[in-house]
């Protein structure tokens, strides 16, 4: 059963929309550690036999976004590096890697790194539209068990600044919206900050 499955079972307004943390500490770590996750979970995909646009169905969320597992490969079989080539091009790095701490303990979980895809071959590839948050897990103090990592793409649409809207950090005047159920003012239905 894929996320669409799932996700058109919840009630009206029920999106799967989970917070890094959430990646994590419930998908992730329960992956690594086989325990066994409730309410269908996450497919495997691996990243170097298939383009961004032959993702599975049953990975896909929405019309641009896919969420699976996937277990990273080693470039050289005693190395760190890892191989993110697939046969038309490469997933290359941007920007830091983003730390994510567990809600409760505040302790270091995990990270993620922000990756785009680029068609081609290194040096000359071209930048694509598409971009993947990939999630590993992170603790300082043992070795990881396995290289799985959680994967997050999506396609950036031209001209969209960001694919994710932050409301929390948005300012909103006292502007009126058309709910359905009656108008508001913006800032009462999303809060301002």
Avoid at 37 to 60: I, N, R, S, Y
Avoid at 132 to 159: A, I
Avoid at 160 to 184: H, K, L, P, R, V
């Amino acid at each position: 059963m894929g996320l669409r499955q799932i996700e058109m079972t919840l009630p009206p307004g029920f999106r799967f929309y989970p917070s890094d943390e959430e990646l994590i500490c419930h998908y992730l770590q329960k992956k690594v550690t086989n325990e066994t996750m409730t309410g269908g979970t996450l497919v495997e995909v691996d990243l170097h036999v298939l383009e961004p646009w032959e993702l599975p169905d049953t990975a896909k969320l929405s019309a641009n976004e896919w969420y699976f597992f996937s277990f990273r490969d080693r470039k050289y079989a005693t190395g760190l590096r890892t191989n993110r080539a697939t046969k038309t091009g490469y997933w290359k790095a941007t920007g830091k890697d983003r730390t994510i701490y567990n809600p409760n303990s505040h302790a270091i979980v995990g990270m993620r790194k922000t990756l785009v895809f680029y068609q081609g071959r290194a040096p000359n590839g071209v930048k694509s539209s598409w971009v993947m948050h990939e999630f590993r897990l992170e603790n300082p103090h043992t070795l990881p068990k396995e290289d799985w990592v959680l994967c997050r793409v999506f396609y950036k649409k031209k001209g969209d600044e960001s694919a994710y809207t932050d409301y929390n950090s948005m300012e909103f005047d006292a502007i009126e919206i058309d709910t359905g159920c009656a108008s508001q003012p913006i800032n009462q239905i999303i809060g301002k900050r």
